[in-house]
């Protein structure tokens, strides 16, 4: 999960800012490559089709803000309000 590996690699705070109702920090393609690791930003990269500093740039652009629309209430959403959950026939 994208919070665990913010927080193990000692970026806490910011990912926390993102998610509570305060304001946003920012962070820097670097500390967006130091969070994710590098095996999941070259499979970014390699999805995407995008060189991986391009990546790391758009993304530490937009990612605090989409992060802050999906827990508007500070408070990450369930599998099933985000529709996830099991499906039913």
């Known amino acids: ?13 910011v990912i926390n800012s993102w998610i509570g109702t305060g304001q946003n920090q920012p962070i ?3 500390e967006l490559r130091q969070a994710l ?6 499979d970014l990269s390699r ?13 530490s652009r937009y990612l605090p803000g989409v992060i802050d629309k999906l827990t508007p209430n ?12 099991p ?3």
């Open 1 to 13: 999960m994208l919070i665990n590996q913010f927080r193990q690699n000692g970026l806490e705070d």
């Open 28 to 30: 820097s393609p670097n």
């Open 37 to 42: 690791g590098p095996n999941k930003v070259n």
């Open 47 to 59: 999805e995407a089709g995008a060189p991986q500093d391009d990546l790391l740039s758009q993304l």
């Open 74 to 85: 500070g408070q990450i959403p369930s599998q099933s309000d985000l529709g996830l959950g």
């Open 87 to 89: 499906r039913r026939s």
